[in-house]
T-cell receptor, first 112, second 117 residues
């Protein structure tokens, strides 16, 4: 079946540090891949996505590249800010109008 | 961007009572709505998928008679937890799928925290 595995948190970083949150997936066919972010007290928001191999999704300084050879979609940011503190979810969707399959989420805390 | 609301945001009820949670897409018509459940420090687990005007499709292990889903219109879906028990306490999240051209994007509500005493 389809599944997503992401690194367990919590992750605590100092401001301006480099961030990597690992995500690997198992899926049949060619899924679309997503990163969602959940800020405290808010709903999930789409952060970025990639729909085919070698695509790079980017938004707000975050990047992730769809690597089919390693079935990975690692999230990176060069310099984190306190406002990036949130829970980050990696997810995949097989196709069309199908539901998302989520990883367990990684809590990031950035301290000044 | 598209907005999805949920009501109530938080509810506390006694064991044995029923609780209704509403999910609304405020500025678009949703082709499909999904209901998820999130346990503390766990991922979102899909409970059911609903399309307007048809019966919901439940995931394996989810009791359809306990978690009643009604999708009466393209902007409203409701989840009713019937005869709630403490083990039903959880964070319930809906998402609404918006089809624009050939792309489909899901927008999430802020969630409803249910506590059953």
């Amino acid at each position: 079946g389809n599944s997503v595995t992401q690194m367990e948190g919590p992750v605590t970083l100092s401001e301006e540090a480099f961030l990597t949150i690992n995500c690997t997936y198992t899926a049949t066919g060619y899924p679309s891949l997503f990163w969602y972010v959940q800020y405290p007290g808010e709903g999930l928001q789409l952060l970025l996505k990639a729909t085919k191999a070698d695509d790079k999704g980017s938004n707000k300084g975050f990047e992730a590249t769809y690597r089919k050879e390693t079935t990975s979609f690692h999230l990176e940011k060069g310099s984190v800010q306190v406002s990036d503190s949130a829970v980050y979810f990696c997810a995949l969707r097989r196709s069309g109008n199908t539901p998302l399959v989520f990883g367990k989420g990684t809590r990031l805390s950035v301290i000044a | 961007g598209a907005v999805v609301s949920q009501h109530p945001s938080r509810v506390i009820c006694k064991s044995g009572t029923s609780v209704k949670i509403e999910c609304r897409s405020l500025d678009f018509q949703a082709t499909t709505m999904f209901w998820y459940r999130q346990f503390p420090k766990q991922s979102l687990m899909l409970m059911a998928t609903s399309n307007e005007g048809s019966k919901a499709t439940y995931e394996q292990g989810v009791e359809k008679d306990k978690f009643l889903i009604n999708h009466a219109s393209l902007t409203l879906s409701t989840l009713t937890v019937t005869s709630a028990h403490p083990e039903d306490s959880s964070f319930y999240i809906c998402s609404a799928a918006r089809l624009a051209g050939f792309a489909e994007t899901q927008y999430f509500g802020p969630g409803t925290r249910l506590l059953v005493l």
